[in-house]
């Protein structure tokens, strides 16, 4: 889609706010913060941050508290607990109030020198501007092909593509706002920030390595997270369950005929293996159906329950405690 050009409240006086979640990220985050930082002042970017703290139990609070202290560009929110990153970047986008949102890593790899480039690609319009990753950095091959699985699955059972999509991120105030009309308790940003729709712009970039530190996402983290993107996006599964029931349907048809056939006939034999295999197929659809059945009724209660999506325990703002 063509950018709107003409759009003349974008200028470079506008502020850009820089979310980053963070979660045991004490041993690099000054140096993170410093980086980006220092990149924003050298293209003249007016700038401020709002970090999160998922709850981190390391030295992130103490290091996030000093930053805030001397640094009046920068808020910082402590949540309560880990929430995980997807609540903690929702608590950001609900402090930040920018022209511009942009939400990155903390352990920078995402690259801060794309930032100038995100920058300039508002400023002729686009209303988001995603990173993609031309390269996944270094990868497991296990988890690399189950990670193609799901996109997949995705893929066809949404219009969402989201292979390559990062959350680096940024977008336009309206985008911001579209996202906080969004209810729903189960939050995933890579998904919803491209159900919004607008004007769309995308960036490659590689992933480098992380800083130091290590990957939050254990291999059951990562599971959870597909199984809620999955369902977040699709009702197919539901459906798929009636298509199986019909199938089974149809074979029992067939098959009843058959044994109602073959006993009439006078020639029904003990049959005693086929009842065990039908037995088994149909004990193990339905408890498969039942499973999938019950992550949806999951969703449902916790949206139902509608819990907050994260609690702040305390917040830093212009150097100051606030909350
Ligand atoms: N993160 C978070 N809460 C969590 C796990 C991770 O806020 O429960 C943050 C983390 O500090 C980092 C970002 O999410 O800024 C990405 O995490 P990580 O680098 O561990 O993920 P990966 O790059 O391996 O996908
Ligand atoms: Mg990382």
């Known amino acids: 889609m063509e950018a709107n050009k003409l759009d003349r409240s974008r200028t470079i006086n506008s502020k850009l706010v820089v979310v980053i979640p963070i979660y045991q990220e004490g041993s690099h985050i000054k140096q993170s913060i410093g980086r980006i ?31 805030a202290s001397v640094n009046s560009h920068i808020t910082a929110l402590r949540l309560s607990r880990n929430f995980g990153k997807e609540s903690a ?30 920058v300039e690609a508002w400023l002729e319009g686009y209303d988001v501007v995603e990173g993609v990753k ?46 906080r009309k969004m209810p729903e ?65 149809l074979g029992g048809l067939i098959l009843g005929i058959q044994t109602l056939f073959m006993k009439f006939s006078g020639r029904a034999t003990d049959g005693f293996t086929t009842v065990i295999l039908l037995l088994l197929l149909i004990g193990s659809s339905i408890m498969i159906s039942l499973g999938i059945i019950g992550i949806y009724l999951a969703k449902i209660y916790k949206e139902v329950k509608a819990r907050p999506r994260y609690l702040v325990a305390s917040c830093i703002k212009g150097g100051e405690k606030q909350c």
Request: hydrophobic letters at 45%; proline letters at 3%; charged letters at 25%.
């Open 89 to 118: 970047i929702c608590a950001g986008l609900e402090y930040a109030d920018g022209d511009m949102v942009l939400v990155m890593d903390a352990d920078l790899q995402h690259p801060p020198e794309l930032i100038p480039q995100m």
């Open 134 to 179: 031309s390269s996944r950095g270094k990868e497991n091959p296990i988890y690399r092909s189950l990670a193609n699985l799901f996109y997949f699955i995705i893929r066809k059972t949404s219009d969402v593509d989201l292979d390559k999509a990062s959350d680096y991120k940024l977008m336009d105030r309206k985008v911001i706002e579209a996202w």
């Open 37 to 67: 930082e220092e990149i924003l002042v050298k293209h003249q970017i007016r700038h401020e941050f709002v970090l999160v703290d998922d709850g981190s139990k390391d030295n992130s609070w103490q290091q996030l508290e000093e930053l």
């Open 185 to 249: 308790r189960a939050v995933f940003f890579r998904g919803m920030s491209v159900w919004v729709g607008f004007n769309r712009k995308q960036i490659s970039f590689d992933v480098a390595d992380r800083t130091s530190g290590e990957s939050k996402w254990s291999f059951i983290r990562l599971v959870r997270l597909a199984i809620n993107a999955i369902t977040s996006y699709t009702s197919l599964p539901l459906h798929l369950i009636t298509l199986l029931g019909s199938i089974m349907f």
